[in-house]
T-cell receptor, first 115, second 115 residues
Framework: DTAVSQTPKYLVTQMGNDKSIKCEQNLGHDTMYWYKQDSKKFLKIMFSYNNKELIINETVPNRFSPKSPDKAHLNLHINSLELGDSAVYFC??????????????FGPGTRLTVL | AQSVTQLGSHVSVSEGALVLLRCNYSSSVPPYLFWYVQYPNQGLQLLLKYTTGATLVKGINGFEAEFKKSETSFHLTKPSAHMSDAAEYFCAVSGGGTSYGKLTFGQGTILTVHP
C-alpha cells in the first residue's frame, strides 16, 4: 500500500497556465507538508497543514494556494505558472505537529516543467 | 532560526570503503536531527534520527550517525559502502515545539560508489 501518494508524477505545461497537484496519505497522520526541490536539489518547505488548519506558510508567492479538504489530503494549486516554478514538488506527512519525533514520510514527488 | 550545512556536495568512495557524510547544524533550541536518502527519481526515505538520549544513532542499511553537541555536528557513517548506497543524502534539523515540526534541509550530498 502506498503511504503518501501524489498525482500527477509528471506535469508539463505552458507559462501562464493554472495547475493542481494532489496528495493523499493513508497513514492516519494529522500533519501534511509541501516541499519544493529546485534544480540544484535544494529542498525547502512551502506549507504545512495540521488537521486541515494551515500552520506553516513560508514566503511563497500568492500564486500558490494549498487546500486541505480533510486531514488525509493536501492539494497544491498554482496560478499563472512561471518558468521559475519548474521543480519537483514533494508532499509529506507526519503523525503530529511539533512533536519531538516528527518523522516525515515523503511522497514520490511531482516533476513540474513550465515551458 | 535553524540551518544545516553539508560539507561536500559530492562524495565518492570505493565499494567496501568507509562512508562519511558531514553535516553541521545551527539551532536556537535543542535540535532534532535527521538523515534522509533520495534514490534517483524517488521521494525521500528516512535513514535515521536523533531526538534525545543516546548520541550514537543507528539506522537502516547499516548507517549510523553521532550527535556531537560541542561540534554542532551529526555526521553520517557506514563502515563498508555497497553499490546500492549510491544516492543523494540530506541532513535535516527540526526545532520541534512552536516550529510545528518544520524541517530545514541541507543542500544534499551525492554519494557515488565505485566498484
Amino acid at each position: 500500500d502506498t503511504a503518501v501518494s501524489q498525482t500527477p508524477k509528471y506535469l508539463v505545461t505552458q507559462m501562464g497556465n493554472d495547475k493542481s497537484i494532489k496528495c493523499e496519505q493513508n497513514l492516519g497522520h494529522d500533519t501534511m507538508y509541501w516541499y519544493k526541490q529546485d534544480s540544484k536539489k535544494f529542498l525547502k518547505i512551502m506549507f504545512s497543514y495540521n488537521n486541515k488548519e494551515l500552520i506553516i506558510n513560508e514566503t511563497v508567492p500568492n500564486r500558490f494556494s494549498p487546500k486541505s479538504p480533510d486531514k488525509a489530503h493536501l492539494n497544491l494549486h498554482i496560478n499563472s505558472l512561471e518558468l521559475g516554478d519548474s521543480a519537483v514538488y514533494f508532499c509529506a506527512s507526519s503523525p503530529n505537529r511539533g512533536t519531538l519525533n516528527n518523522e516525515q514520510f515523503f511522497g514520490p514527488g511531482t516533476r513540474l516543467t513550465v515551458l | 532560526a535553524q540551518s544545516v550545512t553539508q560539507l561536500g556536495s559530492h562524495v565518492s568512495v570505493s565499494e567496501g570503503a568507509l562512508v562519511l557524510l558531514r553535516c553541521n547544524y545551527s539551532s536556537s533550541v535543542p535540535p532534532y536531527l535527521f538523515w534522509y536518502v533520495q534514490y534517483p527519481n524517488q521521494g525521500l526515505q528516512l535513514l535515521l534520527k536523533y531526538t534525545t538520549g543516546a548520541t550514537l544513532v543507528k539506522g537502516i542499511n547499516g548507517f549510523e550517525a553521532e550527535f556531537k553537541k560541542s561540534e554542532t555536528s551529526f555526521h553520517l557513517t557506514k563502515p563498508s559502502a555497497h553499490m546500492s548506497d549510491a544516492a543523494e543524502y540530506f541532513c535535516a534539523v527540526s526545532g520541534g515545539g512552536t516550529s510545528y515540526g518544520k524541517l530545514t534541509f541541507g543542500q544534499g550530498t551525492i554519494l557515488t560508489v565505485h566498484p
